[in-house]
């Protein structure tokens, strides 16, 4: 018989993606929710939305005219705002008219995939990943090619990407600050992957993308600086989502901007459109482009993001665990202190304590914790996560005896 369903969901379903298996049939997907529970598995909010967010849609909502909830597309004024937001940030000339508003970043992503590559192209993507890319890639019917980063700090790895491109590479995916290590990739870094793609580009005679996953470009530590590959790069395709900065993962707005100067831009940008709409029209409602001038000035706190950081880093570390400090996004990766992470997992819910398993995202040894979680939540978590360790050390002990 032949398949009831489309080969490219049929490839999407056959990229196994244990982070959905985690989410729908772990213990966690049974006591999400419950209170009591220390929940650092995803980056969803925990706490009451940033101030000021509620009032600009309110704001927004009263129509101006009688197109205010019509049909929209990239609203002229929502990519004026972006790019001289983009412009402010990252230096260079963004242009309007080169920026393409999306229903987020799982939007932009498909969107600029399916607008610069082809069925069967090769498409680099850097491992720890997020856990979407591969089936992100093999869902358009392109061939994913995966670059495996060296912990601990799992830095852009310019030399191993070089050996993974091939004549039929048409794209790499960089993710910085990077989901789950949270490194921002230095500005040297970049630079470097630069030349070495338009070196590939032109031996290829045909020119490889960089799709640049910057949903965390504004959720930074330290003081810490981001550097964009669109400034180094101009075959760049930045894509962003608000719903990191914002944390409102719920309300979808993004964009995809073209790094100044990008050569073909015309024809890429008519790609992007027609790409979006062949994707299921994908744009933000007309509400989130309407309050877009309000939207993009907020920001969560990121102080006292970087405080529960700092506590965690600072007691996990005093309790023997090792970890990757980070530089931004929301995430904090430790070093399982059993080598089963998924054994260790249930040593921590056995606490109540739900962290995500680094098996779920290639990372087998590792977990991720959130920084969205509440701040009572992780002062909470701290004595379980100290006997936790400790259990994990009688059990390596007891292993270790039980070998000779
Ligand atoms: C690295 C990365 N890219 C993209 C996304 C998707 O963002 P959005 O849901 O806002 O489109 C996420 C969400 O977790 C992410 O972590």
């Excluded at 969901?9 to 997907?29: D, Q």
């Excluded at 491992?127 to 591969?134: D, L, Q």
């Excluded at 790094?259 to 979006?276: H, K, L, R, W, Y």
């Excluded at 409602?285 to 405080?307: M, T, V």
Aim: net charge negative.
């Amino acid at each position: 018989m032949t398949r009831a369903i489309s080969s490219e969901m049929a490839a999407m379903l056959g990229a196994k993606m244990p982070f959905f298996a985690f989410l729908t049939g772990s213990e966690w997907a049974r006591r999400a929710g419950e209170p009591g529970i220390c929940d650092f598995v995803t980056g969803e909010p925990q706490e009451m939305p940033v101030e000021g967010y509620a009032e600009a849609l309110a704001r927004w909502s009263a129509p101006q005219n009688p197109h205010w909830f019509g049909y929209k597309t990239s609203e002229p004024a929502a990519c004026a705002v972006v790019a001289d937001s983009l412009g402010e940030r990252l230096g260079g000339d963004f242009r309007p008219e080169q920026i393409f508003m999306t229903n987020g970043a799982i939007a932009g992503l498909t969107v600029a995939l399916k607008a610069v590559t082809d069925p069967g192209d090769e498409v680099v993507f850097l491992s720890p990943p997020w856990f979407a890319y591969e089936s992100m890639i093999q869902g358009r019917g392109a061939v994913p090619v995966r670059v495996k980063l060296q912990a601990p700090r799992f830095d852009l790895d310019v030399a191993a990407i070089e050996r993974a491109i091939t004549e039929r590479t048409r794209a790499i995916i960089v993710n910085s600050p990077n989901n789950p290590s949270g490194r921002i990739y230095s500005s040297a870094a970049l630079t470097e992957l630069s030349s070495v793609l338009e070196d590939a580009s032109a031996s290829n005679g045909r020119p490889i993308y960089v799709i640049s996953d910057e949903a965390y470009s504004k959720v930074l530590f330290d003081g810490r600086s981001f550097f964009s590959p669109a400034t180094h790069y101009a075959r760049t395709l930045l894509v962003y989502t608000y719903g990191k900065t914002l944390l409102t993962p719920g309300q979808r707005m993004g964009y995809i901007a073209l790094a100044p100067g990008m050569p073909d831009a015309e024809q890429v940008g008519a790609a992007i459109f027609m790409s979006q709409i062949a994707t299921g029209w994908a744009f933000p409602n007309a509400l989130l482009q309407h309050a877009i001038a309000d939207l993009d000035k907020l920001s969560i706190d990121l102080a006292a993001l970087q405080r529960k950081r700092d506590l965690l880093v600072d007691a996990l570390t005093g309790f023997g665990y090792e970890l990757t400090i980070p530089e931004g996004t929301f995430y904090l990766l430790v070093r399982s202190p059993l080598p089963d992470d998924m054994a260790f997992v249930d040593l921590l819910v056995a606490r109540d304590i739900f962290v995500l398993p680094g098996s779920t995202t290639e990372l087998p040894g590792y977990f991720r914790i959130s920084l969205t979680a509440s701040m009572q939540m992780v002062e909470r978590s701290l004595e379980g996560f100290q006997a936790a360790a400790r259990e994990a050390e009688q059990v390596a002990e007891a292993g270790a005896g039980a070998a000779f």
